[in-house]
């Protein structure tokens, strides 16, 4: 299951460890978020190297746009503070490419 971020202090001590952290760009209103929610709890069982995160989009404009997150869902992995990579909206759809860019991105 993941964990909401509920501040800008949390975010930044989250991204800051490490270990490596996913965490999830979403918003309420979103279709394609839902569908996410639906096969992301299989993903996050199968993947307990990562600890997993998400924060709501509409909460945090700001860190969204630091961070170039342009459409949601999206899936941001930090490690000591950096992002080491980004799956963007549009690849973001189903669990097959979810899991893609996992394994692409497996530290």
């Known amino acids: 299951m993941m964990k909401d971020i ?3 202090e949390e975010f930044q001590t989250i991204i800051d ?3 490596l952290s996913i965490v999830k760009f979403y918003a309420g209103w979103c279709p394609d978020c839902v569908r ?3 096969f992301i709890p299989e993903i996050i069982e199968q993947h307990s190297e ?3 995160y998400q924060l709501n989009r509409d909460d945090f404009m700001e860190l969204a746009q630091s961070y170039e997150v342009m459409g949601i ?3 941001l992995v930090f490690k000591n503070g950096e992002k080491l990579a980004h799956l963007h909206s549009a690849n973001a759809k189903t669990p ?10 497996q530290a």
């Open 6 to 8: 509920k501040t800008t």
């Open 17 to 19: 460890q490490d270990s």
């Open 36 to 38: 996410m929610d639906m």
């Open 50 to 52: 990562y600890q997993w």
């Open 73 to 75: 869902p999206s899936l």
């Open 96 to 105: 097959e490419s979810v899991e893609a860019f996992l394994q692409e991105n």
